[in-house]
């Protein structure tokens, strides 16, 4: 095995540590990275050269700066050409201000680095205004809290990865894997990736995270007659929905429903409909070992094949890949 010090530095790629962010992403990206170069060639058979610089950042104490608090190199000077926001540990609704991260990393993004995140670090990302009016991805869960606090960013929660080049977002919590395989494929090769992924027993980057997201009713709007609604769509789910008499029980026009419902939920009474309906039959496929069609009956729909058709958009698996990836019978 090559030391690390004949290796040739292709990068460095720094890690910003903020109040509450997830510690474990900081430290498995940095070992990924470390392991991306000392181990792949044994793994792949191929001989590499190459390395991956890491740092770690944090702002001063008491100061209006941020500096460095680790190095895997620490005799070079600085080059960063990656930084990455990483998870956080609480809603977002609980993040403290991040102005002197974001201004440092505007200066940076117009030095030529990279900027990344993942999960709730894209509201790190997006108090520096750089992703306005383009697409980011977050955690399924944080998706609404982004897109209402930056409006102007077009949130693509759908995404496990978005890749624009100059800036990277990943989803979920756990997406860091999704992106430190992605940089390491942009750096050091697929072939080096593929290793890397197998030897740390992890699949390569995933492109969507609708098969994990679940389906989460705002209850806390404050519309008491569209609240009355809700409550009967999740009781009677499995009944036939028509608008007009969902609108006859919140005592409005159907127009005025359709806006007030839009308004409280943010999304249409016949979305709604469906995710509550698919959203029993992700229970029953994981925890029943009932047949696919009798499941679509179940949840309201009398057409199997519709059934299937509406649970692959929203899920973006079929119900036979759902259930062979998340059932438990």
Known sequence: MINSAERTVVAEIGLLIYPDCQLAAVYGLTDMFR???????????????????????QVKPDDETVEC???????????????????????????VSMAVPARWMNTLYHEGVTLCSVCAGAFVLAETGLIDHRRATTHWAFAQALAERFPAVDVAAENMVIDDGDIITAGGILAWTD????????????GTMLATARFLLIDPPRREQSTYAAFIPDFDHGD?????????????????????????LAGMTPRTFLRRFQKATGIR?????????????????????????????????????????????????????????????
């Open 269 to 329: 009474p016949t979305e709604y409909v469906q995710q509550v309906r698919i959203m029993k039959a992700r229970d029953a496929l994981e925890l029943t070992g009932r047949s696919v069609d009798h499941i679509a009956w179940e949840v309201g729909y009398t057409d199997p094949s519709a059934f299937r058709k509406i649970f692959r958009k929203i899920t973006g698996v079929t119900p036979g890949q759902y259930r062979q990836r998340f059932g438990i019978t």
């Open 69 to 95: 608090v680790w190095d895997s190199h620490p005799d070079a000077p600085h080059r960063l050409s990656h930084l990455i926001a990483p998870p956080g540990l609480v809603i977002p609704s609980k993040m």
């Open 35 to 57: 392991i991306a170069a000392d181990w792949a060639e044994s793994i792949s058979g191929e001989v590499s050269l190459r390395a991956i610089r890491v740092s770690h950042w």
């Open 179 to 190: 992106l430190g395989l992605t940089l390491i494929e942009k750096l050091l090769g697929t």
């Open 224 to 248: 008491g007659e569209i609240l009355r609604v809700q409550h009967r769509l999740h009781a009677s789910f499995a009944d036939p929905q028509s608008i007009e008499e969902m609108a006859a």
